[in-house]
């Protein structure tokens, strides 16, 4: 499956951004989803997962309340809305498929990745 991310950009502390991740090539509502971010000199790391139907979510603690994750199977997307920004939210993300039911979190158990879309929050 080839993901592809858009929605990035640069916005002020306090303000949103709503990231798309857009699949082709095979069944998007056979795979989980997560989305992921890497800033600058740190590693990857987990924000947020979807399983394949959409009634699991998972959110790692520092982004809940402010970031949610969803999918619409029918339009082949993931989605991550970010609201509330802060600096320290700033990074490429990326989002990540994998075959199977119950998203995982390691970085390294997703299969498809796209190539990443850069938020930088900023006043």
């Known amino acids: 499956v080839q993901l592809v991310e858009s929605g990035g950009g640069l916005v002020q502390p306090g303000g949103s951004l709503r990231l798309s991740c857009t699949a082709s090539?095979?069944?998007?509502?056979?795979?989980?989803m997560g989305w992921f971010r890497q800033a600058p000199g740190k590693e990857r790391e987990f924000v947020a997962a979807?399983?394949?139907?959409?009634?699991?979510?998972y959110h790692v603690d520092s982004v809940e309340g402010r970031f949610t994750i969803s999918r619409d199977n029918a339009k082949n997307t993931a989605y991550l809305q970010m609201r509330s920004l802060k600096p320290e939210d700033t990074a490429v993300y990326y989002c990540?498929?994998?075959?199977?039911?119950?998203?995982?979190?390691?970085?390294?158990?997703?299969?498809?990745w796209g190539q990443g879309t850069q938020v930088t929050v900023s006043s």
């Open positions: 090539g095979r069944t998007f509502s056979s795979f989980a």
């Open positions: 990540a498929a994998k075959a199977t039911d119950i998203p995982p979190r390691g970085v390294s158990a997703y299969d498809y």
């Open positions: 979807i399983s394949r139907s959409g009634l699991g979510i």
